[in-house]
């Protein structure tokens, strides 16, 4: 019997909420989180906003020890899996722990602790660098930290590809439940990178809005006065399961995945494809997997930046890929309310994506005030639409010319696909 992988636990931690509740109420209400930024001092830099994670307890979670031992990037990872193992009632039903595996990425993985221990190696010596500098840095230990914490021993490793980091590990999860390497797969992505080192890297690259005045309207995908993303930080950890084991312990199933696409660009170090032939390809494959046709899909959950190069390619693919039927499809971009969370976009994406087709309701891009006659797509804006589609798709693009795009569709349990 064919394998199929569905949705039955989401967490997260944003600049919209701490929770997946308050997250999704958040966005339909269009808040948003931008704000000037509060971690440290940006008063001399170019670029003073971003999305930050506001009220974020890690004691909540973790114990003193266990917080000093982990950067800002693991906690946030972790404490969206606890969220999310909790949602789908994983742990009440003692599954087989080596059929669990975990693949979780960071676009950059722990910047904070670089910075810091770069410093008390350039103001002390290599002797005061910490032991646990390792460790708490390499993206990879955000899955190893979530493993460890339940006992998971199935697939385990860590995915970078930039900004479609989280998307790539969630369709590589999605591929080993379906090649039969797990029963469940715990997923997406976490971010923590707002710090000085990050901001003026993306800054002076001019990849970042300027809207330091107006920092809640400086994200504004698909408009024509648009200047550059704003940074995120956050995590969007999912559930997947294969279907007869969620049914046999009676799991809640948001949504069922129905195909993954992945390409290159193999054209530039940050810009995009100027025809959207790499994002177009990975539209076209996760489509096809899906074995729906293109007009069964009603909803785009858009990689949407709100950069110039970026919302004009990726409406060009988008029309590539549909052709006429691209005008009839409901598109959004959810980072003109939380900003670019990087590696952990898909991840948040993801989940909006999942809630979209569970809820009937069609988040907003907000901002969108002058229309860009290159970006000419419904890009609902400004106010949610409450309409039911069958199937959706959340794309995300990364430097280097890396994209993924994960397929979902409303569960049925007795569809072929």
């Not at 308050?22 to 906003?49: E, M």
């Not at 990050?198 to 809640?216: D, H, I, V, Y």
Request: aromatic content about 8%; glycine content about 10%.
């Amino acid at each position: 019997m064919e394998r199929r992988v569905v949705v039955t636990g989401m967490g997260i931690i944003s600049p919209l909420g701490n929770d997946v509740r308050t997250f999704w109420s958040n966005l339909l209400h269009g808040k948003s989180g931008i704000d000037r930024i509060s971690s440290f001092d940006p008063t001399d830099y170019p670029v003073r906003i971003a999305a930050e994670v506001r009220n974020f307890d890690p004691l909540a979670y973790f114990n003193p020890k266990d917080v000093n031992r982990m950067d800002r990037v693991t906690q946030f990872g972790l404490a969206a899996a606890m969220q999310a193992v909790r949602d789908a009632h994983l742990m009440e039903h003692n599954p087989n722990l080596d059929r669990v595996g975990v693949i979780v990425g960071s676009g950059i993985g722990g910047i904070s602790t670089l910075e810091t221990q770069h410093s008390v190696f350039l103001q002390k010596s290599h002797r005061f660098v910490s032991p646990l500098f390792i460790p708490m840095m390499i993206p990879d230990i955000i899955p190893g930290q979530i493993a460890m914490e339940f006992g998971f021993c199935g697939p385990n490793y860590g995915v970078t590809s930039a900004c479609a980091t989280a998307s790539h590990a969630i369709g590589v999860a999605y591929r080993h439940i379906l090649c039969g390497d797990a029963d469940v797969m715990i997923t997406g992505g976490a971010e923590a990178s707002i710090t000085p080192l990050s901001l003026s890297g993306f800054a002076n690259m001019k990849a970042l809005s300027r809207r330091n005045e107006t920092p809640q309207a400086a994200s504004r995908p698909f408009d024509a006065q648009r200047d550059g993303f704003v940074m995120g930080e956050g995590a969007g950890i999912i559930v997947l399961e294969e279907l007869e084991h969620a049914l046999r312990r009676q799991a809640s199933i948001y949504a069922e995945v129905v195909g993954y696409g992945f390409s290159a660009d193999a054209y530039h170090l940050t810009a995009p494809h100027p025809e959207g032939r790499g994002a177009a390809l990975a539209l076209e494959q996760a489509i096809q997997m899906s074995g729906l046709p293109k007009t069964a899909f009603g909803y785009i959950n858009a990689h949407g930046t709100s950069t110039p190069l970026n919302d004009k390619n990726e409406t060009i693919a988008i029309k590539t890929v549909f052709g006429e039927w691209a005008y009839q499809l409901h598109i959004s971009s959810t980072k003109s309310m939380t900003g670019h969370l990087l590696g952990a976009a898909g991840g948040v994406e993801f989940i909006a994506t999942a809630l979209t087709l569970a809820h009937g309701i069609i988040p907003p891009t907000t901002n969108y005030e002058y229309p860009d006659p290159e970006c000419d797509l419904n890009y609902t804006p400004n106010a949610p639409i409450r309409k039911q589609v069958t199937a959706a798709l959340s794309n995300n693009f990364g430097f280097g010319g890396h994209n993924a795009v994960i397929a979902l569709k409303v569960f049925d349990k007795i569809a072929n696909n």
